[in-house]
């Protein structure tokens, strides 16, 4: 079983920053697949979106409409996945989730992400 739980969203101004993480527990191999997808408010939960991928090994992918402006990055030491946002924009705000790929889907309880004036 694998347990995924997001910190460090928050209200912030347009322009802003936000640094995200997610503390992965259980047993699953450390090449596994991570990422972070994100839920948009009057989206259902099946329509999240892909933000960014991070493969063991370094390779990393991004959505076009964040690619510049976030970073994801992961420590494999800690079991940990974090999302650097820079320059944050209103149609940023959603709802933040984790996402490891072991055999089947396993996904966060979400990070809520504000990006208002």
């Known amino acids: 079983q694998v347990h995924l739980v997001e910190s460090g969203g928050g209200t912030v101004q347009p322009g802003g920053s936000l640094k995200l993480s997610c503390a992965a527990s259980?047993?699953?191999?450390?090449?596994?697949?991570m990422a972070w997808y994100r839920q948009a408010p009057g989206k259902q939960y099946e329509q999240r979106e892909w933000v960014a991928s991070a493969i063991y090994g370094g390779s990393t992918s991004y959505a076009d409409s964040v690619k510049g402006r976030f970073t994801i990055s992961r420590d494999d030491a800690q079991n940990t996945l974090y999302l650097q946002m820079d320059n944050l924009k209103p149609d940023d705000t959603a709802v933040y989730y984790c996402?490891?790929?072991?055999?089947?889907?396993?996904w966060g309880q979400g990070t809520q992400v504000t990006v208002s004036s």
């Open positions: 259980g047993s699953f191999p450390i090449s596994s697949f």
């Open positions: 996402n490891l790929l072991w055999h089947k889907d396993y």
